[in-house]
């Protein structure tokens, strides 16, 4: 009775595994974390031109005028009966 006690306390120990550490050196001291040589002051690469428009006729050329709401709104369906057969179509492909 005694050696089945033995067994069973050493069945979850794996002898190929030592639990003390091993001869494990610690790893080389890493060199102080320099940073790189010092980067000259982010300047402006050429005395550029300050970002101006470059020429006065584009900006003076207006807007398209918005359309009043009625137009719009006339446009909105347009655009919905213009996609609501091509869904039906594609749903009643589903049915067949």
């Not at 790189?36 to 690469?45: D, G, K, L, R, S």
């Amino acid at each position: 009775m005694g050696r089945a006690q033995e067994r069973k306390s050493g069945i979850g120990r794996s002898p190929s595994l030592p639990r003390s550490p091993g001869p494990h050196t610690p790893n080389t001291p890493n060199t102080p974390h320099t940073p790189n040589t010092p980067n000259t002051p982010h300047t402006p690469q050429s005395p550029h031109t300050p970002h101006t428009p470059q020429s006065p006729h584009t900006l003076s050329v207006p807007a398209a005028p918005l359309p009043p709401s009625s137009s719009a709104e006339a446009a909105t369906r347009v655009m919905l009966v213009k996609v609501r057969p091509w869904r039906d179509r594609f749903s009643s492909n589903n049915g067949n």
